[in-house]
């Protein structure tokens, strides 16, 4: 099986940024994509950026021109680099990695205050 652990999270002001790192362990031959995830309270979850194997990324309009998702393939590492953060961007954000199906990390905290 695929563990993901996520580390990154904390609290910023708007316009501030944070980086989110997640680093897969175990059964990783075959994955996919990895990427990440998030879910404010009240709302459901939502792709944030996913970035394939070959290096292929996609965005959420919402995060486009601020956020940019890397892998590092051999080390088995996907990085959210989040810039001018808005405090919509309160949420949890979750690892995760698709190789048949998804795996997922537990998720890190990332609170944008005003």
């Known amino acids: 099986q695929v563990q993901l652990v996520e580390s990154g999270g904390g609290l910023v002001q708007a316009g501030g940024s944070l980086r989110l790192s997640c680093s897969a362990s175990?059964?990783?031959?075959?994955?996919?994509?990895m990427g990440w995830y998030r879910q404010a309270p009240g709302k459901q979850r939502e792709l944030v950026a996913d970035v394939t194997s070959g290096g292929t990324t996609n965005y959420a309009d919402s995060v486009k021109g601020r956020f940019t998702i890397s892998r590092d393939n051999a080390k088995n590492t996907v990085i959210l680099q989040m810039n001018s953060l808005k405090p919509e961007d309160t949420a949890v954000y979750y690892c995760?990695?698709?190789?048949?199906?998804?795996?997922w990390g537990q998720g890190t905290q990332v609170t944008v205050s005003s």
């Open positions: 175990g059964s990783i031959f075959g994955i996919r994509v």
């Open positions: 995760y990695a698709l190789k048949w199906t998804n795996y």
